[in-house]
């Protein structure tokens, strides 16, 4: 067989150069050595949107996008989904095994009794306006939590860094819960330390004067399940700002907040309202046709559809469909359901989306689940935050943990002008790409 080495000749020089191939990677630094002359600073690489660029190794999730296969810590999702709970798939994501029984006692023990908030944060929240987005809230106050706990920098302390851990995942449903009783004007209502995490999330969302909350058993497993399916996946836009963020060893909550941030576009975990709203905005299978056509004329993408790393299925989207039929079979249909499988039968015939590799990703249905359990769309993103919330902190710890990171920082390819000379105010002339003539800034 042939060595695993890559040999390039830099045709400006003549000179050969050899590195090796590791993993199906070259190091970019070797690169580097690439030179015209000494004082040359080195050929880089140049990756927009760093399409073929791996940042990190990591052990905790699996995906192939062209097989549609997605697994955390090597089990496969449908296994998971299946036979496992919540924080049994937390505790496997942050340490790498499935818990004992003792050890999910445990750790099960140890998240309930961290899903208090500091009073703090209530003030905090009251001085939202009644109609702040509640993602916005949610990210704004994960921050906050950061002047609760001032210590979490100490980062380098792994005691330390599993306490802020086992907070965060414990709160963010308590904070979640929070933005959406502001939303509505309700008192906020405390966590219940009897009921399973998703129970617990339910009782803080809808308990209203009744003594204890009786979680409907379908649907807190399918609001479980769908928590599962969206813990982690490896190093999209709002793990990787996780950590990017983590590795100038900020503070985990404002890591986390900026990781939020990223997750709320609608490209990335923003995309499961914009589906809702496409579907309001289409009204009737009878319009579908016409909707595909503009999509197709570029008008618009099909929310919901396409992704970067499937170019076959999404794993993720095909147990959304059987969770659908369970919620469906407690609350009634979803009238938008008929749309989105109009939608789904004609894309996945129509030569563009086949051509362009386009199926309904995790997005497609998430949505129309949500919003049958009783969510308004502007709760779906705060939904994916929580369980995404586990993988961004054992990327984070495993970021922490890895003696080849160091403070994330790429290249430019700097395409200004250069030296130029400052003109005084007075004898400056209006020329282009001033405020009246807007620039990208
Ligand atoms: C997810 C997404 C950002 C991935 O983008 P990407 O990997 O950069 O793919 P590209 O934007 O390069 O798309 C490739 C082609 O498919 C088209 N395309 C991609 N997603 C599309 C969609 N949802 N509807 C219509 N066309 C789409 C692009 O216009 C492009 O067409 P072209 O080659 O004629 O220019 C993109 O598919 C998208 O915006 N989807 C809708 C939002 C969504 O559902 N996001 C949730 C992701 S889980």
């Known amino acids: 067989m042939s060595p695993s080495t890559l040999t390039v000749t830099d045709n400006r020089t003549n000179r050969t150069y050899t590195f090796p191939i590791e993993d199906g990677t070259v190091r970019a630094m070797d690169f580097r050595g690439i030179k015209t002359s000494e004082d040359d600073f080195g050929l880089m690489m140049y990756d927009p949107a760093f399409m073929n660029t791996a940042s990190c190794r990591s052990d905790i999730t699996y995906i192939d996008g062209d097989r549609g296969i997605l697994e955390y810590r090597g089990y496969p999702i449908d296994q998971l989904a299946q036979r496992c ?9 942050l340490f790498g095994e499935l818990p004992t029984a003792s050890e999910l006692n445990h750790w099960v023990y140890e998240i309930t009794h961290h899903t208090m908030l500091h009073e703090t944060m209530k003030k905090f929240m009251e001085g939202f306006r009644y109609d702040a987005h509640p993602m916005s809230m949610m990210i704004s106050s994960v921050a ?26 414990a709160k963010m449903p308590s904070i979640a819960a929070m933005s959406y009783r502001h939303s509505l004007g309700f008192p906020y209502v405390y966590p219940d330390n009897d009921l399973s995490y998703t129970e617990n999330f339910m009782n803080m969302l809808w308990r209203m004067v009744e003594p204890k909350y009786a979680a409907n058993p379908v649907l807190a497993r399918a609001l479980e399940v769908l928590f599962i399916l969206h813990m982690d996946h490896e190093q999209n836009c709002s793990t990787s700002t996780m950590r990017m963020v983590g590795s100038a060893l900020t503070n985990p909550y404002l890591c986390v907040a ?41 008008c618009c993408k099909l929310m919901g559809f396409g992704h970067r790393v499937y170019k076959n299925f999404d794993p993720r989207a095909k147990l959304i469909k059987q969770i659908a039929e369970d919620v ?98 007075a004898e400056r002339e209006q020329n282009s790409g001033t405020m009246n003539q807007p620039v990208a800034l």
């Open 144 to 169: 906050a939590l950061a002047t609760v706990y001032p210590h979490a920098h100490e980062v380098h302390d792994p005691a330390n860094r599993l306490l802020q851990i086992k907070r965060l995942i």
């Open 258 to 298: 900026s990781a939020a941030a990223a997750l709320a576009g609608p490209l990335h975990g923003g995309a499961n309202e914009e589906v809702t709203r496409m579907l309001d905005e289409i009204g009737s299978i009878d319009n579908v046709p016409a909707y595909i056509r503009n999509v197709k004329d570029g």
């Open 85 to 93: 709970t919540y924080l049994e798939i937390s505790y496997l994501i």
């Open 328 to 425: 469906f079979g407690v609350t009634g249909r979803n009238p938008k359901l008929d749309i989105a499988l109009e939608l789904e039968r004609i894309a996945l015939q129509d030569d563009y989306f086949v051509s362009r590799k386009l199926y309904p990703n995790v997005d497609f249905y998430s949505g129309l689940i949500y919003q049958t359990i009783g969510f308004k769309p502007e709760m779906f993103t705060v939904l994916f935050t929580i369980p995404r919330t586990v993988g961004w902190l054992a990327q984070w710890q495993e970021m922490i943990n890895d003696s080849e990171q160091k403070i994330a920082r790429p290249r430019q390819i700097y395409t200004g002008p250069r030296s130029r000379l400052v003109v005084p105010l």
